[in-house]
């Protein structure tokens, strides 16, 4: 119920309760976890809040550690943290792309060879794709 509509549904008194998430000191608070620098991107990883995206030697068909990508699991969070519509429209585009193929039951890597690079390689069961969003 919104509160507005409290006070016409309910007859008698009420009292109202505004709630917000834990802030990160709270949640390191109770989890008792350390509160270290680099962990803080884990934490929001551990709550689905971003998504890493390993890289992927696309000649030597292995995964690069330590050189991730970083995809944000809401787009609202995008408009959020950077409103309007012009900036960052195809980094959009390209999250979009990723969840989509999250939600398709693909395990992603961001391709690379040399000195380019190819936005995902979607590996599904024995099919491997390779995608560029623009």
Do not use: W
């Not at 006070?7 to 390191?28: D, K």
């Not at 068909?61 to 429209?89: Q, R, V």
Request: hydrophobic share 35%; with cysteine.
């Amino acid at each position: 119920m919104l509160s507005r509509e409290l006070a016409t549904l309910l007859s008698g008194r009420y009292v109202e309760f505004e709630i917000f998430p834990f802030s990160f000191t709270e949640y390191t608070g109770i989890t008792k976890k350390e509160v270290i620098k680099q962990s803080y991107i884990d934490y929001m990883e551990d709550t689905f809040l971003i998504h890493r995206v390993e890289r992927y030697d696309i000649r030597g068909k292995e995964t690069i550690s330590g050189n991730c990508k970083y995809y944000i699991n809401d787009l609202s969070f995008k408009n959020y943290l950077y409103p309007g519509f012009g900036y960052g429209i195809g980094y959009k585009l390209e999250n979009l792309v990723y969840l989509e193929l999250r939600r398709a039951g693909y395990d992603i890597y961001a391709g690379t060879m040399r000195d380019k690079e190819v936005d995902f390689v979607a590996k599904k069961g024995e099919r491997l794709i390779y995608l560029q969003s623009t």
